[in-house]
């Protein structure tokens, strides 16, 4: 079992910067993946961003390239989503999600075995 702790959200103005964190325990060795995802109130949950466990491969979703960045500490086994440049389209219940094995997709939710309890980011306009 895999355990995942979503902490970071907060208030922030439009054009402003917040850095939410994953922390991952338990059986992490078997990590291949760490996923951030977001979702609005009455939308789909929406792909973010995502890392391999050994941090050599990034991806993003088109609604955040440029503006976010995902990074892993090694020696914590924590994942951050750095948010940057932030609009209030940007305000969600972020998660982070991990997952043990490689899949075609990294951007679906389904793909995911283990998720946080989420962060509330809101952007003031």
């Known amino acids: 079992q895999v355990q995942l702790v979503d902490t970071g959200g907060g208030l922030v103005q439009a054009g402003g910067s917040l850095r939410v964190s994953c922390d991952a325990s338990?059986?992490?060795?078997?990590?291949?993946?760490v996923g951030w995802f977001r979702q609005a109130p009455g939308k789909e949950r929406e792909f973010v961003a995502a890392?391999?466990?050994?941090?050599?491969?990034?991806y993003y979703g088109d609604s955040v390239k440029g503006r976010f960045a995902i990074s892993k500490d090694n020696a914590k086994n924590t994942v951050y989503l750095q948010m940057n440049s932030l609009k209030p389209e940007d305000t969600a219940v972020y998660y982070c999600?991990?997952?043990?094995?490689?899949?075609?997709?990294?951007?679906?939710?389904?793909?995911?075995?283990?998720w946080g309890q989420g962060t509330q980011v809101t952007v003031s306009s």
């Open positions: 999600a991990a997952r043990t094995y490689r899949s075609r997709s990294y951007s679906r939710p389904t793909e995911y075995e283990y």
């Open positions: 338990g059986r992490t060795f078997s990590l291949y993946g």
């Open positions: 890392i391999s466990w050994s941090a050599a491969y990034t």
